[in-house]
């Protein structure tokens, strides 16, 4: 039988097709579309007008991909996350969704999107025995889960994704130092949970959930080897060197130039400025110095979590 997820992201959305096989999952097709549903409200706690038509665009392509796949309905998950969690206008925005598309989405805590992430990271086979420092930069939402290949120790879900810094803090283009200084201390002021659970758990491996940290795997392959990484291959040791090295090259630029960087793609280009800063905040105030990455995130969580119980 055919499963679909659909991963309604702050800014983007992602479907993933599997089929069930007797080893677990086997991926038909995947996707990730930008919609921006954050764009413009995030932080007044508003999915604009725009935005829900630009997210009736991907999901009604999405509907189309699923008729064509012949997914059954029923065999549909429309996981909804940060910005829709918060938006005051929520109903009547799943209830639009519902009617134009016949996609029933279901709303998730923050709680419950770090374990899929974490169940997703941990199906890519990104952790090991040793503790490690699991983050997921969305556009509405960060998720920081410290745990290790059979369990987790500490979870939480805190709402600075990118989106949200972008429209709070980046006001000159390429980032300004007092810009960067500012998202440092409230880096520092929201983030007291995590500090104190890192003094607890003491990580030694940050391991970076999809997204920005994509990009960066994809920055460093093209400087490297000339080529992007294989997509089958779903974990990545990037090394902390090469992440500094992408991180001056990111703050020193505009847009048009970050756009001409080798690996980078038009979907991340303004975001990722605001996640290195916060990446590299969290190796620098925690002193962790290794980095892994995972491919998979909330979507193959989710489909991981269908074959065993949450934790």
Not at 84 to 92: E, F, H, K, P, S
Not at 105 to 129: C, H, K, N, P, T
């Amino acid at each position: 039988m055919k499963q679909a997820i659909i991963d309604l992201g702050t800014n983007t959305f992602h479907l993933i097709i599997a089929e069930k096989t007797d080893s677990g999952y086997q991926t038909l097709f995947r996707e990730s579309r930008p919609a921006k549903i954050g764009m413009g409200g995030i932080n007044q706690g508003l999915i604009t007008d725009e935005a829900t038509e630009r997210a009736l665009v991907v999901l009604r392509y999405f509907r189309q991909i699923l008729d064509q796949q012949g997914v059954d309905p029923a065999q549909v998950g429309a996981v909804g996350t940060s910005a829709i969690r918060v938006a005051g206008n929520q109903a009547a925005f799943i209830e639009r969704i519902r009617r134009e598309t016949a996609i029933v989405i279901r709303v998730i805590s923050g709680e419950q999107e770090a374990d899929y992430i974490y169940q997703g990271v941990r199906a890519a086979g990104a952790l090991s025995e040793q503790t490690a420092l699991v983050m997921d930069i969305g556009g509405g939402s960060v998720e920081f889960i410290l745990g290790n290949q059979t369990r987790i120790f500490w979870k939480q879900s805190f709402e600075i994704g990118g989106q949200r810094l972008l429209e709070r803090f980046m006001r000159e283009d390429p980032i300004s130092a007092t810009s960067i200084s500012r998202l440092h201390s409230f880096f520092r002021e929201q983030l007291l949970p995590l500090a104190n659970a890192i003094h607890q758990y003491e990580p030694v491996v940050l391991a970076g959930s999809s997204g920005s940290f994509d990009t960066l795997v994809d920055m460093w392959f093209m400087h490297e080897r000339g080529h992007l990484p294989d997509p089958d291959e779903a974990t990545f040791s990037l090394p902390v060197a090469e992440f500094y090295r992408s991180y001056q090259l990111l703050m020193n630029r505009n847009q048009d130039e970050r756009m001409r960087l080798p690996g980078m793609i038009e979907l991340r280009v303004d975001m990722i400025v605001v996640a290195v800063c916060l990446i590299d905040y969290v190796l620098r105030t925690y002193g962790i110095d290794r980095i892994v990455t995972s491919t998979y995130s909330l979507k193959e969580g989710v489909l991981a979590s269908m074959e065993q119980p949450a934790r």
